[in-house]
């Protein structure tokens, strides 16, 4: 099984960026799909973004559209995150996830806080 360990975490202002990262062990990091999700204080997680194995495509979700960027590095077992033009209902906890065969293995999590 994959193991994931996501970093990058902190307090940013509105407007600012953030670059997240998840490093994966354990597995053939290629073989997985990647995403993100992330979980406001008592809201649901929800889908960010995901890549593909070769990072070729990318999808996100409508509210971060134009805002992220997940980017992979399958040489270094590393998926990235960038968040840019940061919101406050950006605060949450960022979840990186990697996905087959319909199964997602999660990361423990990396906080998020966007100050106004």
């Known amino acids: 099984q994959v193991q994931l360990v996501e970093s990058g975490g902190g307090l940013v202002q509105a407007g600012g960026s953030l670059r997240l990262s998840c490093v994966a062990s354990g597995r053939t990091f290629s073989n997985y799909v990647m995403g993100w999700f992330r979980q406001a204080p008592g809201k649901e997680r929800d889908f960010v973004g995901a890549?593909?194995?070769?990072?070729?495509?990318?999808n996100y979700a409508d509210s971060v559209k134009g805002r992220f960027t997940i980017s992979r590095d399958n040489a270094k077992n590393t998926v990235y995150l960038q968040m840019n033009s940061l919101k406050p209902e950006d605060t949450a906890v960022y979840y990186c996830a990697a996905g087959l065969l319909s199964m997602w293995y999660w990361g423990q999590g990396t906080q998020v806080i966007v100050s106004t």
């Open positions: 890549i593909s194995r070769s990072g070729g495509r990318t």
